[in-house]
């Protein structure tokens, strides 16, 4: 079994800065930590960043040049820096990985950006 902790979340003035993290434990052999996803209230779920199957990394148009994904495999922690927060991006954040065909997802930790 796989298991994805991510943290880091909060709240945030806007024009403030996160870093979050998505932990991985378990059966984590040949895990391929992919991406970054975030649902607002009443909101479809949305990618925000991810990697790409060559290891390139792919951003959401409205976080390009303010959100930086990264992972240490080493540590199989993948991180999401977040500069320059806006109201709207305020949602719950999800890590998403992949191992042998299955999908599996973190709980979620909560962005709040507010004044």
């Known amino acids: 079994q796989v298991q994805l902790v991510e943290s880091g979340g909060g709240l945030v003035q806007p024009g403030g800065s996160l870093r979050l993290s998505c932990a991985a434990s378990?059966?984590?052999?040949?895990?391929?930590?992919m991406g970054w996803y975030r649902q607002a209230p009443g909101k479809e779920r949305e990618l925000v960043a991810r990697?790409?199957?060559?290891?390139?990394?792919m951003y959401a148009d409205s976080v390009k040049a303010r959100f930086t994904i990264s992972r240490d495999n080493a540590k199989n922690t993948m991180y999401l820096q977040m500069s320059n927060l806006k109201p709207e991006d305020a949602a719950v954040y999800s890590c998403?990985?992949?191992?042998?065909?299955?999908?599996?997802w973190g709980q979620g930790t909560q962005v709040t950006v507010s004044s």
């Open positions: 378990g059966s984590i052999f040949r895990l391929n930590l």
């Open positions: 998403k990985a992949h191992k042998n065909g299955v999908w599996y």
């Open positions: 990697f790409t199957d060559s290891g390139a990394t």
